[in-house]
């Protein structure tokens, strides 16, 4: 019987890291490399159905084991991992018996994850701590989910006799470069209602998103020979470096906001003298309010265009996606039975938002209403990442009670 610690110590051995600059799809064919594994599992689970497509992601169904009418429930995370940290010849060390000592990753000594700066380690007295080694991230984000909704699976093949509805398996690539369910067949899907088990703190389910849109900032500046330029050149990377120089540092930035504060982020920078763009991110819990922070960018690049009378702009906004808290609210059921699930394992339910997005967050305006809850996955795109292996099991154990809460509700 495989445990949830058994599967996570080898998915997070499996280099998935996604890329944001390739445009297939998945965006690295090394995702498929653990989307292969996990369908063999599922099939040597009796998992009948279980298999990968082109595009990298992994369906499932564990059949229904109940007479009743109860609705298609799937589980979903994602495989990739982030492109922030190297994933690759990750080293997974098990601390056991957390005591709030510092945690000194051994494959670089100045990696060291200390209480002081990760306060969630004070409810973790006592637990085992999976950390990687000191040079790459750990891959908890989001293998720890895998793991647990894989251990799930394995706990309802093997007990029959207890009733649920039909539950759907996803696992997705490419979440991390916001493409993770780009090309979800939702058709083949077939599910009423699902959650992504993708959070941080034990406990939590998460309903409320961050509504978020692309900007892409274009510079056209004016190209001359620098040793011939007096007069003529405006170059258009100093132009964009001034532009966002000139955004706001008090407020409407990552680093100035928290809670339920939206903010405009740059992400990257490019071009030469005669042309340049600025990608941002653009974010809020209120949709009202992106165009209003889209607002901010532009009047920001206009006085600084004031200055280079040849020079021109474009700001160009994509939809990426919306608070998924919109949607749960027609169907409170999906909420109240994830609460309901977490007070059965032992835990007080805390409900958060999410200063970020989930696959949950496009998929809920797909057709699936979905929230997110708890994987324990901590300094997540770090290699101070970790999870504890007793958070992993209170996953495991949510998503298994969430299946016979909706067969008991039904």
Known sequence: MRTVQDRFLKYVTIDTQSDPQSTSSPSTEKQKNLGRLLVEELQALGIEDAHLDDFGYVYATVPATTSKAVPVICFCSHMDTSPDSSGKDVKPIIHRDYDGRDLVL????????????????????????????????????????????MTAVQHLVNHPERPHGKIRILFTPDEEIGRGVDNVDMEKLAADFGYTVDGEEVGTMEDQTFSADG???????????????????????????EIVAQLPKDRLCPEATEGMEGFVHPVRIQGGV???????????FDDAKLPEHAAEIERVAA?????????????????QYRNMKKILDQHPEVVEYALEALRRAGMEPV????????????LSYMGLPCPNIFAGEHAFHSKHEWVSIQDMEKATQTIINLCYIWEEKS
């Not at 900007?215 to 964009?240: D, N, R, T, W, Y």
């Not at 005669?274 to 809020?284: G, K, L, M, N």
């Not at 409900?351 to 496009?362: A, C, E, L, M, V």
Request: proline share 4%; glycine share 10%; aromatic share 4%.
């Open 303 to 319: 006085a600084v265009l004031a200055n280079y009378p040849h020079s021109s702009f474009n700001l160009e906004i994509k939809e």
């Open 106 to 149: 051994p494959d670089d000594n100045s990696q060291v994850i200390r209480l002081a700066n990760h306060p969630s380690l004070n409810a973790q007295m006592g637990h085992d701590i999976i950390t990687a080694s000191g040079t790459t991230l750990l891959g908890a984000d989001n293998k720890a989910g895998v793991a647990e909704i």
């Open 351 to 362: 409900r958060n938002s999410i200063r970020g997005g989930t696959d949950g967050s496009r």
């Open 215 to 241: 900007a892409v900032l274009s510079i056209q500046g004016v190209s001359a020979h620098p040793g011939f330029a007096k007069g003529k050149m405006e170059s258009a990377i100093k132009i964009a470096s």
């Open 274 to 284: 005669e042309s340049a763009t600025v990608q941002f991110i653009i974010r809020d």
